[in-house]
């Protein structure tokens, strides 16, 4: 488009429209623009090339690597990590201000630190730790988050120490808990804090709060012990802990796509309520010989509830709050159903298959009211997904099982069949 | 100024710590390598699918177990121990002793993890894990030494042993031979 507005300036000039110097002071904007494009394309370029010779060299030596002597391979070892630390130096003291360099050389000296641990252990056939040399990487990296002010940084420490855990937890057989993971966090969230407050709409935001909500969903069970259904409460706590940070002004304004709270919330309660409609979770319970307060996993139950309870209290207290919906308080509602479920089986599995059709119900009402079609099928999806766990779990006639489905399959049809043409008529 | 001055000098520090680490690493192995004694650890025919994880060789031992009179529960895997070793009439290292405490009367020590106890009705079994069993390889070579060092075990009566490096506990792992010969350079004369 710019091209054929600068052919077009004689013609303006003819016709008076503009001035010489009017036109000059455009040509001049678009040389200017198609400059800096041009630079950032070399840029591009260059880092390509780069890559591309950093690759070959690499290659090269990897394929004569088993001919180089020990010490030679060792100074190799270092070279991407002296590398990366001496921009970072650089990048420090006069690029401060680039996001661009500030991310990208955090991204390289996060590699390099593992990659130069890594390749001492190869040198040295040390068959290592990796639960250790991961913790290990992690925390050199950490400080460079504040140091660099980098969201990259913290993002992969995060993915890094979600890995480590899994590591030490749950791949190892004697699997233990990881109780640095959430120091890691900890020291992590002032930068998170920030970064919030300072850009709430920034992009870096949205992956930081993917990356933490799905890096709590796979951890908090790292915390387990010998209460593994008592840890179903715990998780059913946290769930409901992020429906209401979820639902927080921070983050409600926002797509659904970008508020990862809420998504994995709603989704997390719904999947925790389906396992607990199922009869042999109350079994397991009732068999259980210890009360829930002989349970660790009871206490970090009661502190999650603790922290749901203080933020709807905090947020109840303003006077722009709204009812956000029954998921938030479903932890709340649980807990005399739990401790029902000591000495019952019938009345808890009864309570949480009424609540989960009641949550359906609303939902697809929701979706009716608020004309979405997304909303209503979700509803559906719920009823549809406890109609297929009762039909794994209870001795009714497959007839009868049958006639469920088609009720089911028939409201939705025709749910989706009114609003649809709801919609026509009121666009004519 | 001063800001950017004491961040840089912060950088610093971590950039040290990070250098640190492997260095340190380094380091204790090269002096095992240097003052270490040579002790030579007999290797055992292997299933070949569990042979080859990525770029090195898995290695498993011969001697990785002992025996206890008696039963002894006091053993647990994942436990550290110590075998004190010795060499047997073909110069190959054999555990003398298992202990759980760092000996003192010798210097020819590895420090292990107890990997398996089988308590018997009078006596008890136990296998080691020691610190080195892999040896690495270039990518595209080691499938070919995973092959010379698989039928020098199963179809062959070649020795084939790695060479450890021992000193004050710790063990550095420096070739494995086939025959008396590295086993890179048996791969490198495969491949001419």
């Given at each position: 488009?710019?091209?054929?507005?600068?052919?077009?300036?004689?013609?303006?000039?003819?016709?008076?429209?503009?001035?010489?110097?009017?036109?000059?002071?455009?040509?001049?904007?678009?040389?200017?623009?198609?400059?800096?494009?041009?630079?950032?394309?070399i840029t591009a370029f260059a880092i390509l090339g780069g890559l591309l010779v950093g690759m070959g060299i690499i290659l090269i030596l990897a394929h004569n690597w088993d001919e180089l002597a020990r010490s030679t391979?060792t100074m190799l070892a270092f070279l991407p990590l002296v590398v990366a630390q001496a921009l970072g130096v650089f990048v420090i003291w006069r690029k401060s201000e680039s996001a661009a360099w500030r991310e990208s050389?955090?991204?390289?000296?996060?590699?390099?630190?593992?990659?130069?641990?890594?390749?001492?252990?190869?040198?040295?056939?040390?068959?290592?730790?990796?639960?250790?040399?991961?913790?290990?990487?992690?925390?050199?990296?950490?400080?460079?988050?504040?140091?660099?002010?980098?969201?990259?940084?913290?993002?992969?420490?995060?993915?890094?120490?979600?890995?480590?855990?899994?590591?030490?937890?749950?791949?190892?057989?004697?699997?233990?808990?990881?109780?640095?993971?959430?120091?890691?966090?900890?020291?992590?969230?002032?930068?998170?804090?920030?970064?919030?407050?300072?850009?709430?709409?920034?992009?870096?935001?949205?992956?930081?709060?993917?990356?933490?909500?799905?890096?709590?969903?796979?951890?908090?069970?790292?915390?387990?012990?010998?209460?593994?259904?008592?840890?179903?409460?715990?998780?059913?706590?946290?769930?409901?802990?992020?429906?209401?940070?979820?639902?927080?002004?921070?983050?409600?304004?926002?797509?659904?796509?970008?508020?990862?709270?809420?998504?994995?919330?709603?989704?997390?309660?719904?999947?925790?309520?389906?396992?607990?409609?199922?009869?042999?979770?109350?079994?397991?319970?009732?068999?259980?010989?210890?009360?829930?307060?002989?349970?660790?996993?009871?206490?970090?139950?009661?502190?999650?509830?603790?922290?749901?309870?203080?933020?709807?209290?905090?947020?109840?207290?303003?006077?722009?709050?709204?009812?956000?919906?029954?998921?938030?308080?479903?932890?709340?509602?649980?807990?005399?159903?739990?401790?029902?479920?000591?000495?019952?089986?019938?009345?808890?599995?009864?309570?949480?298959?009424?609540?989960?059709?009641?949550?359906?119900?609303?939902?697809?009402?929701?979706?009716?009211?608020?004309?979405?079609?997304?909303?209503?099928?979700?509803?559906?999806?719920?009823?549809?997904?406890?109609?297929?766990?009762?039909?794994?779990?209870?001795?009714?006639?497959?007839?009868?099982?049958?006639?469920?489905?088609?009720?089911?399959?028939?409201?939705?049809?025709?749910?989706?069949?009114?609003?649809?043409?709801?919609?026509?008529?009121?666009?004519? | 100024?001063?800001?950017?001055?004491?961040?840089?000098?912060?950088?610093?520090?971590?950039?040290?710590?990070?250098?640190?680490?492997?260095a340190e690493m380094i380091n204790s192995r090269e002096a095992v390598i240097a003052n270490g004694k040579m002790f030579k650890f007999n290797t055992q025919p292997v299933d070949p699918a569990d042979v080859l994880r990525?770029?090195?060789?898995?290695?498993?031992?011969?001697?990785?177990?002992?025996?206890?009179?008696?039963?002894?529960?006091?053993?647990?895997?994942?436990?550290?121990?110590?075998?004190?070793?010795?060499?047997?009439?073909?110069?190959?290292?054999?555990?003398?002793?298992?202990?759980?405490?760092?000996?003192?009367?010798?210097?020819?020590?590895?420090?292990?993890?107890?990997?398996?106890?089988?308590?018997?009705?009078?006596?008890?079994?136990?296998?080691?894990?020691?610190?080195?069993?892999?040896?690495?390889?270039?990518?595209?070579?080691?499938?070919?030494?995973?092959?010379?060092?698989?039928?020098?075990?199963?179809?062959?009566?070649?020795?084939?042993?790695?060479?450890?490096?021992?000193?004050?506990?710790?063990?550095?792992?420096?070739?494995?031979?086939?025959?008396?010969?590295?086993?890179?350079?048996?791969?490198?004369?495969?491949?001419?």
């Open positions: 488009m710019s091209r054929n507005f600068l052919k077009a300036l004689p013609e303006l000039i003819e016709a008076g429209i503009i001035t010489e110097a009017t036109s000059e002071s455009i040509k001049n904007f678009y040389d200017q623009k198609k400059d800096q494009s041009q630079s950032r394309v391979k050389v955090s991204a390289l000296l996060y590699f390099a630190v593992g990659s130069s641990m890594a390749l001492v252990a190869q040198i040295y056939n040390i068959p290592g730790n990796l639960g250790t040399f991961l913790l290990t990487w992690m925390l050199l990296c950490l400080p460079v988050i504040y140091l660099l002010r980098s969201s990259i940084m913290s993002l992969l420490v995060i993915i890094g120490i979600t890995v480590y855990v899994n590591e030490v937890s749950y791949w190892t057989y004697s699997g233990k808990e990881a109780y640095l993971y959430w120091l890691v966090l900890a020291l992590i969230a002032p930068h998170y804090y920030l970064l919030a407050k300072k850009n709430p709409l920034s992009n870096f935001v949205v992956f930081h709060d993917w990356v933490i909500a799905l890096s709590l969903t796979i951890c908090l069970g790292s915390l387990s012990h010998e209460g593994e259904e008592i840890m179903y409460m715990a998780y059913l706590a946290m769930f409901g802990l992020f429906v209401i940070i979820g639902n927080m002004k921070l983050f409600s304004h926002k797509l659904i796509i970008n508020n990862p709270w809420r998504i994995i919330g709603s989704l997390g309660i719904i999947i925790m309520l389906l396992m607990l409609s199922f009869e042999w979770f109350w079994e397991d319970l009732m068999s259980q010989d210890e009360p829930f307060t002989e349970y660790r996993e009871f206490y970090l139950y009661l502190f999650l509830l603790a922290l749901s309870a203080g933020f709807i209290i905090r947020k109840a207290a303003q006077a722009s709050w709204k009812f956000n919906g029954f998921l938030e308080f479903v932890p709340f509602v649980m807990f005399p159903v739990f401790l029902i479920g000591q000495d019952s089986v019938g009345i808890p599995m009864v309570v949480v298959n009424l609540m989960v059709l009641s949550i359906g119900l609303v939902t697809v009402r929701n979706g009716f009211r608020l004309n979405h079609l997304g909303i209503m099928n979700y509803g559906f999806l719920i009823i549809a997904s406890l109609v297929v766990c009762r039909f794994f779990d209870t001795d009714l006639s497959y007839v009868i099982r049958g006639v469920m489905f088609v009720l089911v399959g028939l409201g939705f049809f025709m749910a989706n069949y009114f609003m649809l043409k709801q919609r026509k008529s009121n666009e004519k | 100024m001063k800001n950017k001055l004491l961040i840089v000098a912060a950088f610093l520090l971590v950039a040290a710590a990070q250098i640190y680490i492997p990525g770029r090195y060789i898995s290695l498993y031992f011969r001697e990785n177990s002992v025996k206890l009179l008696g039963r002894d529960s006091s053993y647990v895997y994942g436990q550290d121990a110590f075998v004190i070793l010795e060499q047997d009439v073909d110069g190959y290292a054999k555990i003398r002793q298992l202990t759980k405490e760092k000996p003192t009367e010798t210097d020819d020590y590895l420090k292990v993890k107890i990997d398996n106890v089988h308590n018997e009705e009078d006596t008890t079994s136990i296998s080691v894990e020691y610190p080195f069993d892999r040896y690495y390889m270039e990518e595209c070579k080691a499938p070919k030494a995973e092959k010379l060092y698989n039928d020098s075990r199963l179809h062959s009566a070649k020795p084939t042993y790695a060479i450890v490096m021992i000193k004050d506990g710790e063990g550095v792992l420096t070739d494995v031979m086939i025959d008396d010969r590295p086993i890179r350079k048996l791969v490198e004369e495969m491949t001419k």
